[in-house]
């Protein structure tokens, strides 16, 4: 086992953050790890928003639904799929930018989250915290507004980095036959899918959780309380708005 | 500098491969460096599907636009956003999935990807080479029927897997100040984007490439030869209707 592959095996959310700044020199470490990340055609069709004003951080609070870590930790992350760098340079060298579709859209939130996770991993292996802010794709139209965002850009993941102040345990993850499959998709029997998420059921934390809620177990928590339809298609059309708004939906 | 930095500063995209085995000890660490890292709600709604059979990796190479390392490299990773196996346990569990939506399906893409990323970093730790295969996105419909994906199941990206049978060099990247912005976005001046593009046009290979496609600069090399309009409407509108057949587009 090397210091790289435990690093990733030890990944812990973090939530809460000492207030202590990211020096320049590392936070410029990080960054330029994630810059070195795959990129379709070597295109780089993304962009990275740096958020340390603490003003700024508390506003971006407010758009990420109030979750604290986001005034607390000292540098915010925002992940941009960005064709507009790349078209603008297009146009400059009498060349036709065709990237104003849905599959350039893809393309470029790809480069933006392979970017994103190797800053997380950079961070982690130089003793730093990270959590993920799944808001982002919620938010996106007021991300874009509050960032002043041109077409061509659409924020697809944010990224909290700080030094952590606590020592979670490391959650649970599903086995790994429930998620890997052999030369084939095997499709799930009712007694694989009793099986591959017997040990997330049966954890006291999970108990705990269905107690709280009220619920009868724990996949009522998703669909009734944390993700339930209702959210998924409001945020849905929110992002296809976004999408054709910046750009990103002129498909014939 | 420490080693797993260095590890994401040395990343090349490796092309040619031995065709040496990768021992299932070793792809297993890998693999559990790819299911730790960070998953919206610890939902994990990804799967991947390791392709190792010869003759599977000739058939794959050939959907793949016949990019031989798929042929040549032992191991061929498919990751895929993937709701069936979430669904078909929420359902188990009367508790009603409302996850075939769009934001769903970017969600668990997003899953998809981070996961990608730590296996890419966890193999180059170890001193094998990966290459992401971008036309994951351009054959889903083609994949969905190859490896028989059912509703909720769509491939995102795929990575090559084996021990690098070539050192190339590194290739250029954008400078720092061309991707990172700080507290705002500052859109790019024409100057700026000069610049920006500057190192990489200077390149002799950029001047070898001009001449062999003929035309008159590296950025007609993409809009008018690699990431054409026409490709990228057709595909576009495969990607779209994979979404929907797959039961992704259920948005109202």
Chains 1, 2 share one sequence.
Not at 73 to 94: G, S, Y
Not at 227 to 250: A, R
């Amino acid at each position: 086992m090397n210091n790289t592959i435990e690093t990733l095996l030890n990944h812990k959310t973090i939530r809460n953050y000492k207030k202590d700044d990211i020096s320049d020199e590392l936070l410029n470490n990080i960054l330029e790890g994630g810059i070195r990340a795959s990129t379709t055609g070597n295109m780089q069709v993304y962009s990275v928003i740096v958020t340390k004003d603490q003003d700024k951080r508390n506003e971006l609070c407010k758009l990420h639904f109030g979750q604290k870590m986001v005034e607390d930790a000292p540098v915010i992350l925002t992940f941009c799929a960005d064709f507009n760098r790349f078209n603008k340079w297009c146009e400059q060298r009498d060349a036709e930018p065709g990237y104003d579709n849905f599959l350039s859209f893809v393309t470029a939130a790809i480069d933006a989250l392979l970017a994103a996770q190797n800053v997380c991993v950079a961070a982690e292996s130089e003793g730093l915290g990270i959590c993920y802010l799944g808001t982002t794709t919620y938010q996106a139209d007021k991300l874009i507004d509050f960032f002043n965002l041109p077409k061509g850009v659409v924020p697809v993941t944010t990224v909290v980095v700080g030094y952590p102040d606590e020592d979670p345990e490391q959650v649970d993850r599903l086995p790994m036959e429930g998620v890997i499959h052999h030369e084939e998709y095997k499709d799930y029997s009712k007694e694989e899918i009793d099986n591959i998420y017997s040990f997330k059921e049966s954890l006291p934390l999970t108990k705990q959780l269905i107690e709280e809620n009220q619920v009868e177990n724990l996949a009522q928590i998703f669909t009734d309380k944390r993700y339930t339809k209702k959210d998924n298609i409001h945020f849905s059309n929110v992002l296809l708005k976004v999408l054709k708004d910046q750009g990103f939906m002129n498909n014939d």
